[in-house]
């Protein structure tokens, strides 16, 4: 099992970048495919972006390719999620999620509490 806490959120101008982090607790966090999703109330979780154990593989939602990165410091139990050229569109609450199956699946086991971003026009 595994705990995640996620930070960094904010309020950033359309343009700016921001990076969000989550930590992870436990002692098996490079052995979790890790993952970013967002949310805007009253629509559903979307996925963001995923990066495998070994950081080697990454996959990305259209949305974002070309202006997201995903990254993660296994010797941290930290994964990274950072944001340019933001749009107001990219406005949600962003959450961490882990699980043990291949880059491109997107059901998670665990989730962290989320955090906000906001992108102001």
């Known amino acids: 099992q595994v705990q995640l806490v996620e930070s960094g959120g904010g309020l950033v101008q359309a343009g700016g970048s921001l990076r969000v982090s989550c930590a992870a607790s436990?002692?098996?966090?490079?052995?979790?495919?890790m993952g970013w999703f967002r949310q805007t109330p009253g629509k559903e979780r979307d996925f963001v972006a995923a990066i495998d154990w070994s950081g080697g593989n990454t996959y990305y939602a259209d949305s974002v390719k070309g202006r997201f990165t995903i990254s993660r410091d296994n010797a941290q139990n930290t994964v990274y999620l950072q944001m340019n050229s933001l749009k107001p569109e990219d406005t949600a609450v962003y959450y961490c999620?882990?699980?043990?199956?291949?880059?491109?699946?997107?059901?998670?086991?665990?989730w962290g509490q989320g955090t906000q971003v906001t992108v102001s026009s």
């Open positions: 436990g002692r098996t966090f490079s052995s979790y495919t």
């Open positions: 999620a882990a699980h043990r199956r291949g880059v491109t699946s997107i059901n998670y086991d665990y």
